[in-house]
T-cell receptor, first 112, second 117 residues
Framework: NAGVTQTPKFQVLKTGQSMTLQCAQD?????MSWYRQDPGMGLRLIHY???????DQGEVPNGYNVSRSTTEDFPLRLLSAAPSQTSVYFC???????????FGPGTRLTVL | AQTVTQSQPEMSVQEAETVTLSCTYD???????LFWYKQPPSRQMILVIR??????QNATENRFSVNFQKAAKSFSLKISDSQLGDAAMYFC??????????????FGKGTHLIIQP
């Protein structure tokens, strides 16, 4: 199993550009979520999904869109990037009935 | 909303010594899970130990143990026989056990652990 994978590892955007951060898991986990980590802060929940076709907002959802068309994939979209979205982004997943979340390696995003 | 507080931005310990990292949390729920995650410079989030709130017994994993005080809403991590590889950021995290709530972790701001050789 590859676990939770994220692409790209690094990305630099200009203000106003759009992009999609990819997240995939091969463990057949129902639950998936996106977090951002800023300097001096812990991770904060952006969006989460409890299964294909079902998504909901977390603590800091503004400026981000998500969709979940398959169990395996949970992409995070930035429609118009802003410097405030400069951060490290983590995707995580967990199985139904299980406690532990598995994290991907993260994507470092810089918006100029 | 739940909050998690880690009051020690940085801790330093001599190799082979014992160190305790503090964490307090605020919640009105009675059933939840608590975690300690380790984040080395590689930035990978690694689960160190977890505790179910309904369990009175403190969790242990080899050199890592917790002191879970539910009434005081305290969840500290003790690392025994500290090793150089333990140097990292450590995050305390909370997750509700209620299935109707947001499925995600609430994190503290982290404690940077330095191991002195």
């Amino acid at each position: 199993n590859a676990g939770v994978t994220q692409t790209p590892k690094f990305q630099v955007l200009k203000t106003g550009q759009s992009m999609t951060l990819q997240c995939a898991q091969d463990m057949n986990h129902e639950y998936m979520s996106w977090y951002r980590q800023d300097p001096g802060m812990g991770l904060r929940l952006i969006h989460y999904s409890v299964g294909a076709g079902i998504t909901d907002q977390g603590e800091v959802p503004n400026g981000y869109n998500v969709s979940r068309s398959t169990t395996e994939d949970f992409p995070l979209r930035l429609l118009s990037a802003a410097p405030s979205q400069t951060s490290v982004y983590f995707c995580a997943s967990r199985a139904t009935g299980r406690i532990e979340q598995f994290f991907g390696p993260g994507t470092r995003l810089t918006v100029l | 909303a739940q909050t998690v507080t880690q009051s020690q931005p940085e801790m330093s310990v001599q190799e082979a010594e014992t160190v305790t990292l503090s964490c307090t949390y605020d919640t009105s729920e009675s059933d939840y899970y608590l975690f300690w995650y380790k984040q080395p410079p590689s930035r990978q989030m690694i689960l160190v130990i977890r505790q179910e709130a309904y369990k009175q017994q403190n969790a242990t994993e080899n050199r890592f143990s917790v002191n879970f005080q539910k009434a005081a809403k305290s969840f500290s991590l003790k690392i025994s026989d500290s090793q150089l590889g333990d140097a990292a950021m450590y995050f305390c995290a909370y997750r509700s056990a209620w299935s109707g709530g947001a499925d995600g972790l609430t994190f503290g701001k982290g404690t940077h652990l330095i191991i002195q050789p």
